[in-house]
Antibody, heavy 120, light 107 residues
Framework: EEQLVESGGNLIQPGGSLRLSCAVS????????MSWVRQAPGKGLEWVSV???????HYADSVKGRFTISRDNSKNTVYLQMNSLRAEDTAVYYC??????????????WGQGTLVTVSS | EIVMTQSPATLSVSPGERATLSCRAS??????LAWYQQKPGQPPRLLFY???TRATAVPARFSGSGSGTEFTLTINSLQSEDFAVYYC?????????FGQGTNVEIK
């Protein structure tokens, strides 16, 4: 069974840093495109970042230069390092797998999410 | 960035009735359109991709249609488990973008 389990969310002050983890079982992260998608409280969904099979990464303009996506193949885990956090980064952060067949930019498997709250 | 606009924001439907949800793109996304269902406290669940291809285990009462800039999600004979928020998402042009959602609530 495929499972994605996020962790690392917390209450953090503006300007602070946090690292989110997405531990995967049931499939191999290095064989898939993996993204982070976030959802502010009561709001819609916003794509944040992707890491490709080959290791290339891309970011939404709203987080470029502040967030870094990475993975550890030995742990089958994807990470999101978040620096210089702002109040507007407050959201539930989901780890999601791109379509496993074509790697298109839609998401066929999601974790349960982890809440990041940026507030003083 | 492509803007996805969903209507209505809230749809009140009685169980057993049909729900029709709309999604409009600010420019053509061809058929690169996905639909998701999200229930409170849960992650989104993929319903459709390619505008009309049903994802695994999605009941046949759900159907998707459209291309270009206009898309529709139809739910026939609404069941209690169908009351949720539905999002469309385009993946034709980077970055992928989502609509703001339609909340299907019990009338």
């Amino acid at each position: 069974e495929e499972q994605l389990v996020e962790s690392g969310g917390n209450l953090i002050q503006p300007g602070g840093s946090l690292r989110l983890s997405c531990a995967v079982s049931g499939f191999t992260v290095s064989s898939n495109y993996m993204s982070w998608v976030r959802q502010a409280p009561g709001k819609g969904l916003e794509w944040v970042s992707v890491i490709y099979r080959g290791g290339d990464t891309h970011y939404a303009d709203s987080v470029k230069g502040r967030f870094t996506i990475s993975r550890d193949n030995s742990k089958n885990t994807v990470y999101l390092q978040m620096n210089s956090l702002r109040a507007e980064d407050t959201a539930v952060y989901y780890c999601a797998r791109h379509d496993s067949i074509t790697s298109s930019y839609f998401f066929d498997s999601w974790g349960q999410g982890t809440l990041v709250t940026v507030s003083s | 960035e492509i803007v996805m606009t969903q209507s209505p924001a809230t749809l009140s439907v009685s169980p057993g009735e049909r729900a029709t949800l709309s999604c409009r793109a600010s420019q053509s996304v061809r058929s690169y359109l996905a639909w998701y269902q999200q229930k409170p406290g849960q992650p989104p669940r993929l319903l459709f991709y390619g505008a009309s291809t049903r994802a695994t285990a999605v009941p046949a009462r759900f159907s998707g249609s459209g291309s270009g800039t206009e898309f529709t999600l139809t739910i026939n004979s609404l069941q209690s488990e169908d009351f949720a928020v539905y999002y469309c998402q385009q993946y034709n042009i980077w970055p992928p973008t989502f609509g703001q959602g339609t909340n299907v609530e019990i009338k």
